[in-house]
T-cell receptor
Framework: AAGVIQSPRHLIKEKRETATLKCYPI?????VYWYQQGPGQDPQFLIS???????DKGSIPDRFSAQQFSDYHSELNMSSLELGDSALYFC?????????????FGPGTRLTVL | DAKTTQPPSMDCAEGRAANLPCNHS???????VYWYRQIHSQGPQYIIH???NNETNEMASLIITEDRKSSTLILPHATLRDTAVYYC????????FGAGTTVTVRA
């Protein structure tokens, strides 16, 4: 079965640079979620989109922005990168029309800020 | 504040059943109990979920108490590949990962 695709899988940036992470949800899923997992930490919810509209917002820094496109893929844009942004970034997708809205996660993007 | 409470760690012998408890005493009537696991830096993997009835799938069984204030995830025959951090989460359209239980399956 098709899974959530994230690209790139690894990314190395310098401080103050910009990064763009991409997420391709499972076909027919209409909702995308972004999570950040710092070293030794548990995943933390950043933001979600349902039918291309922001549906919920967590602890996402103002330097980060995201959107969901007409084909339902999503991009997380991160500017003025800081050392503390080094983390795993996971995308998950779900079909919100289902009452239970089960989220399925991608393999993640490992961002390293030098 | 964490909505679920899990033991920080547990060991299990390979081939034996692993029973993972979770307390969620403040659960509301329409909240589902979800279980995910994360195997070292991989994406969290969905295991099972339930509302009030016991559930079983190819990976595990979920037992929810009648008052819904606690639940137990059962891995019937643990293997070394089941070593992971297991998260019990109440789904509220966003998953709030708590500390989870680190399960180590030993040969």
């Amino acid at each position: 079965a098709a899974g959530v695709i994230q690209s790139p899988r690894h990314l190395i940036k310098e401080k103050r640079e910009t990064a763009t992470l991409k997420c391709y949800p499972i076909p027919r899923h209409d909702t995308v979620y972004w999570y950040q997992q710092g070293p030794g930490q548990d995943p933390q919810f950043l933001i979600s989109f349902y039918e291309k509209m922001q549906s919920d917002k967590g602890s996402i820094p103002d330097r980060f922005s995201a959107q969901q496109f007409s084909d339902y893929h999503s991009e997380l844009n991160m500017s003025s990168l800081e050392l503390g942004d080094s983390a795993l970034y996971f995308c998950a997708s779900s079909l919100r029309a289902e009452r239970t809205d089960t989220q399925y996660f991608g393999p993640g993007t490992r961002l390293t800020v030098l | 504040d964490a909505k679920t409470t899990q033991p920080p760690s547990m060991d299990c012998a390979e081939g034996r059943a692993a029973n993972l408890p979770c307390n969620h005493s403040t659960i509301s009537g329409n909240e589902y109990v979800y279980w995910y696991r994360q195997i070292h830096s991989q994406g969290p993997q969905y295991i099972i979920h339930g509302l009030k009835n016991n559930e079983t799938n190819e990976m595990a069984s979920l037992i929810i108490t009648e008052d819904r204030k606690s639940s137990t995830l059962i891995l019937p025959h643990a293997t070394l590949r089941d070593t992971a951090v297991y998260y019990c989460i109440l789904n509220d359209y966003k998953l709030s990962f708590g500390a989870g239980t680190t399960v180590t399956v030993r040969a």
